[in-house]
């Protein structure tokens, strides 16, 4: 059975930074792509990063890029996100993904002074 569980979440002021992590179990972890999605109140779900199964290739929103860094560490089945720079606007539901397939629950990203 397919799992991921997000961590790291909380709340941070403008400016600071967070490291989301993602622990899978259940797949051959290796062997797929990741992705990082949030979730505003009212919004959309939108795309923030993803990176490649060896983690040779990544890609990211516009909204995040030069901001936040995606990395994996398949001995470890741990996808992480890390994010620098904070906004308010950056405020949301977290979650993993592995591609394709399964999403993790989510973890509370708060950005407020």
């Known amino acids: 059975q397919v799992q991921l569980v997000e961590s790291g979440g909380g709340l941070v002021q403008p400016g600071g930074s967070l490291r989301l992590s993602c622990a899978a179990s259940g797949f051959r972890f290796s062997s797929v792509t990741m992705s990082w999605y949030r979730q505003a109140p009212g919004k959309e779900r939108e795309f923030v990063a993803t990176?490649?199964?060896?983690?040779?290739?990544?890609n990211y929103a516009d909204s995040v890029k030069g901001r936040f860094t995606i990395s994996r560490d398949n001995a470890k089945n741990t996808v992480f996100l890390q994010m620098n720079s904070l906004k308010p606007e950056d405020t949301a539901v977290y979650h993993c993904?592995?591609?394709?397939?399964?999403w993790g629950q989510g973890t509370q990203v708060t950005v407020s002074s």
């Open positions: 993904k592995k591609v394709p397939g399964s």
């Open positions: 990176i490649s199964s060896t983690g040779g290739f990544t």
